[in-house]
Every structure is written in structure tokens, then in C-alpha cells.
């Protein structure tokens, strides 16, 4: 399902787009906004990881840092940078590569060095990162031979398959909290329907029932809380220790793509469709919408950078974007924003 062209790679091409796709019938986008502002360094250096277009080849692996851009793979390698995570000095950033044997390869970066997974005879994709102590979790998928995706994760490069193979399946999100291990998905019902999901040390959780799409893109634990978020028939919804929240119940639809945390505050990144049809970037701070742009966006990430909010996503036009407390500032060069990162100084 990964599509050649100069686009994020992440989730079936971003799992935002499959839910633009969802709701909305593939609607064109808009003009682009145009505003520049400086990024945010006064509390740590602030990484953003995507696509973009690289030396020889239309669509590579990179990252942001600060304001500048730097290509992973030496810029000649097609794929895409999904996630990223900070241990100390250490950066750790997961993706997908393709071109290879296997042609799709699950792949992560330490300091830039890549690091191949082991996917099987068909390869996989990396969209998810998360260190513990000496121990490296990716989350992601495995192609099977039936030619569908199996959700699966790799801990210091040995991989388990969560699904069999059967129906399609990925695994979107990874978090670690002490010995346990968690991961947010989806999975195919048998009417075809995606139903969002997690699991906790491999034992599996439905939250939808397949009555109605739904999905689970991130998952996050904050003290003894677990957080999933993602969208439920079409509605923005997060999962408080299993229990359903809705943050939005209108009938164009929604998303939560990200979540982050700050003090007491709970943040959510996604997009929302307004009654005029139009799909836009969008956070939630405890639960209170701000809507981002009044053009058809997406807000794919969110952190929290010394009190600055930053949500990253991409415009109308298909150009990497990030808002800075609601101003927004190109990125430029056809970067196209997965998930970001801060490196505290």
C-alpha cells in the first residue's frame, strides 16, 4: 500500500489521509497560508521528521532541526522518517525505506546510523519508536505472503507478529511504561471495517466494534493512566484506560493523530471537518478546540516547547507546515511533517 509519490509515507500514506478519505471523498485541497516565523529553541531543540525531496530520488527520509533540514540516507534512498524519540544525547528515528531486498524495509536511525529490521521475506514498515533503558520497541507492520499487513513490533531488532496475517493490520504507536509495553492500531473486521485497537504486552484490546470504522493512532501513559487516541465512526476520541471520550460529535467528522502532555494539561492534534465540507488542522488543550487553519490542512503532531504549542502537518497545497501558538510557518522544500521531538538542552 505504500504509494510512490512525493508524500509521507507514514500509515498507508499517513493515516490522516485514509480518514481525509474516509469523510470527506478525497475533496481537492485549498491555497496554501504563507506566514514565516522563527522555530522555537529556548527550552530544547525541537525535531520535526517526515519526507521530503532528496538528491536523486523524489521522496527521503529526513528530519528538521531547529531550521535546518537534513537528509537521512544520504538523500538518494525513497522513504519516509514516521517517528522519533530523544533518550538523553541519543535520537532515535523510525521509518521505512524502499528500493531494497525487500523492496519495503523497517528501518531506524540512532544518530543518523540506519538500522534495518528483519520483516520476513516481504519487508516491512516502521512507524513508531520508543527506548527503555538499554531496550529499543519499534512498532509497525509486516507484509504477509496473502499479501496483507500484520501488525507487529521488534524489541532490539527481534520481531512478533501481533496479527496472523489473515486481514490487514498495523501497528501505529508504541509506548513503554516500566515493564509494560503498549501499542495502538487497527485491524479489519470481517465486513471490511477498520477497528481501532491496542495492545498491552501483546494481549489484545478492541475499542470499536467494526460496526463503523474506526482506528487508534497513538498511544501515551501518563502516571497509571493509559491514553489512546484515534477516531471512532468517523468522530475524534480519545480512550481513557479503555473508556471512550469523544472530542467531537458533529457529522463531517474528525481525528486525533497525536497526544502530548504538559503540567496538568492534555493535548490532541488531528483535523476536523466544518459544515462547508472542509478537513482542518485542529488541537484539543483539555478537551477546548482550536482550529488551525480555515483551509483544508492536517495536524499530524504536537509538543509542547517551552510553553510555545507546536503542531506540525501539512496545508492545502501539500507543503510541511508548522504552527507556532497558532501562527503558522512554512517549511519548506516539500517537507512533509510525521512527528516531532524535542532534545532538552
Known sequence: MILFTVMPLKKYTSAALVFICLITDCRKLDKPVTTTQPFPTAKGDLYIVGATVGTTVPNVPAYWLNDSVTLLSGGNTWGSANNIFTNGADVYVAGITLGGTPVNTAVYWKNGSIVNLPGGTFGGQANAIAVSGADVYVAGLIYAASGKTMAAYWKNGVATQLTDGSADADAFSIAVNGTDVYIAGMMTASNGNSVAAYWKNGALTKLTDGSSNGWANMVKTWGADTYVAGFSNKNATYWKNGAAVKLDDNAHGSTVNAICFDGDNIYFAG??????????????????????SSESSLANTIVINGGVVCVAGINAQGDGVLWQNGVASLLGGRFYPNAMGILQK
Do not use: E, F, P
Not at 271 to 292: C, E, F, H, M, Q
Open 271 to 292: 483535523t476536523i471537518t466544518t459544515s462547508d465540507g472542509v478537513a482542518k488542522a485542529a488541537y484539543w488543550r483539555n478537551g477546548a478546540l482550536t482550529v488551525l
